[in-house]
């Protein structure tokens, strides 16, 4: 299985390559060369599995040899040991024929967790194999953060240094990445917002001497084992409601895009997707460009569902790579418009492959809010704020006989602000994470300047 850049100009690497990469060289993002089928049969066969056979069966095929069966089997089996759900992403029933899938039961609350379990488990052992230790550095608006520092916490063969702009994330998830008391585990607040922790980030991966010095790498949404590990569910929830008898619809409330790209290559493998819908919040520029084909950055206006705040969507590149019929050239064209003056207009071939590929929705605060106090009197439910824009926009589109999914990306109790202000009553971390406010936070604040940065870095992982 090799793996290809959008842009058409970087080698072709293997599984493991393209994971330990991240970002290609020329600035585009892999994806698989060809997408393995499954064949219906296969698919019906996945039906009374474990989650972790599942999940084995569907992404044995894109990780070529780069992992043995055993051993890749083992790999999952501790990725998703710490869930707290034996059914990994349990399905439960919102209204009629509205199903909602759960996919916040890991340790930190968060979709994300599916991906970066593994991906830690995977760097892990490719790592140890060769024989080599990595520097990840990740920028984080609060999720992915957390999700990265509990997935690599205690592992030999990677440091993790995380930036998260200083007094702008919650509580929870400020938190979940102080608290951590391995060796290996860097919290770094910086003084100043969002924009600029992945600007800095960008900045340590173009200066080239530092990134091979600290042998950097990034486990930021780009990945593409990440995107792989969140193709599974697609398959363990649409089985679960008949298929591939039956087609089965999907609402993701969706940021940069790699939740949804992840249901569009379960699509392209063979799994009977009816409608894949992208819920957007306020910050809705995919909802612009599928309805008037201009894709045009905004700026970012916060809302209570900060993990959807996006201004680009990054693993978007992807889906155009599709719809411009895999031509690298016309894709780089695009991002380097994007780049030179904040926008591009797609083209009229590839606007509507996108719209045979995707509907889209977006709600705004009022409506989020107004879902949340709703679900939470009428459907026993309580949603957290993305997972309320999903279900928002999948009732908008009309749930008819196919069966929709609205995926619930995190815990309510993430976003305890927000949902006590819609239902009234604050929602309460699960048992096993309740010592969360206990313990002892340990953080380095840093000023948001490169050298400063790259300093504290090679410092730290000087052995
Ligand atoms: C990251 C995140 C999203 C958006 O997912 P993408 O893959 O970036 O589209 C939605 N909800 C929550 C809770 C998240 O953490």
Same mark, same amino acid.
């Given at each position: 299985m090799r793996y290809i850049s959008t842009r058409g100009q970087a080698p072709d690497l293997t599984f493991s390559e393209a994971m330990l990469t991240g970002l290609a060289r020329d600035g585009g993002l892999y994806v698989p060369a060809e997408v393995p089928q499954m064949p219906a049969g296969e698919i019906a066969a996945l039906a009374g599995l474990s989650y972790e056979e599942a999940a084995f069966r569907v992404m044995r095929p894109?990780?070529?040899?780069?992992?043995?069966?055993?051993?890749?089997?083992?790999?999952? @089996?501790?990725?998703?040991?710490?869930?707290g759900h034996d059914a990994r992403a349990p399905l439960c029933q919102l209204g009629p024929n509205h199903f909602l899938l759960e996919l916040f039961h890991g340790p930190t609350l968060a979709f994300k967790d599916f991906a970066m379990q593994l991906i830690g488990q995977l760097f892990e052992a490719e790592l140890t194999r060769r024989g080599e230790r990595v520097t990840i550095v990740g920028a984080t608006s609060g999720d992915t953060g957390s999700a990265a520092i509990e997935a690599f916490r205690g592992l030999a063969a990677v440091d993790?240094?995380?930036?998260?702009?200083?007094?702008?994330?919650?509580?929870?998830?400020?938190?979940?990445?102080?608290?951590?008391?391995?060796?290996?585990v860097h919290a770094l607040a910086l003084a100043g917002d969002f924009d600029d922790c992945q600007a800095r980030l960008k900045d340590m991966f173009n200066d080239f001497e530092f990134r091979d010095a600290v042998r950097l790498a990034g486990v930021n949404s780009i990945n593409w084992a990440r995107v792989l590990a969140q193709v599974v569910y697609y398959f363990t929830a649409a089985v679960s409601l008949g298929a591939p008898?039956?087609?089965?619809?999907?609402?993701?409330?969706? !940021?940069?895009? !790699?939740?949804?790209?992840?249901?569009?290559? @379960?699509?392209?493998m063979g799994l009977p997707i009816e409608k894949l819908v992208i819920a957007t919040n306020q910050n809705d520029i995919l909802h612009r460009c599928l309805t008037g084909g201009a894709y045009r950055t905004e700026g970012v206006t916060p809302s209570i569902s900060?993990?959807?705040?996006?201004?680009?969507s990054s693993n978007?590149?992807?889906?155009?790579?599709?719809v411009y019929d895999r031509d690298?050239?016309?894709?780089?064209?695009?991002?380097?418009?994007?780049?030179?003056? !904040?926008?591009?207009?797609?083209?009229?071939g590839a606007l509507g492959r996108l719209r045979e590929l995707f509907a889209s929705g977006r709600a705004s605060e009022e409506e989020t809010r107004a879902i949340i106090a709703r679900a939470a009197r009428r459907m026993g439910r309580t949603l957290c704020p993305h997972s309320a824009v999903g279900v928002k926009v999948a009732e908008e589109q009309g749930i008819g006989a196919t069966p929709m999914v609205t995926l619930a990306t995190a815990h309510p109790a993430k976003f305890p602000d927000a949902v006590e202000a819609a239902t009234g009553h604050r929602p309460a971390l699960p048992d096993r994470m309740a010592d969360l406010f206990d313990l002892p936070e340990r953080v380095t604040k840093v000023p948001n300047t490169l050298t400063s940065l790259e300093a504290l870095i090679r410092e730290r992982t000087q052995t």
């Open positions: 894109f990780v070529g040899d780069s992992f043995a069966d055993a051993e890749f089997a083992e790999i999952i @089996a501790r990725a998703y040991q710490g869930f993790v240094f995380i930036l998260f702009p200083d007094g702008r994330v919650s509580e929870v998830q400020r938190r979940q990445m102080t608290t951590p008391t391995e060796a290996n008898h039956r087609a089965v619809s999907f609402t993701v409330p969706t !940021g940069n895009f !790699g939740d949804i790209f992840a249901g569009h290559i @379960a699509r392209r900060p993990s959807m705040d996006i201004q680009v978007f590149e992807r889906a155009l790579f599709d690298g050239r016309a894709v780089a064209q695009l991002m380097d418009e994007l780049k030179a003056k !904040g926008g591009f207009d797609v083209s009229q």
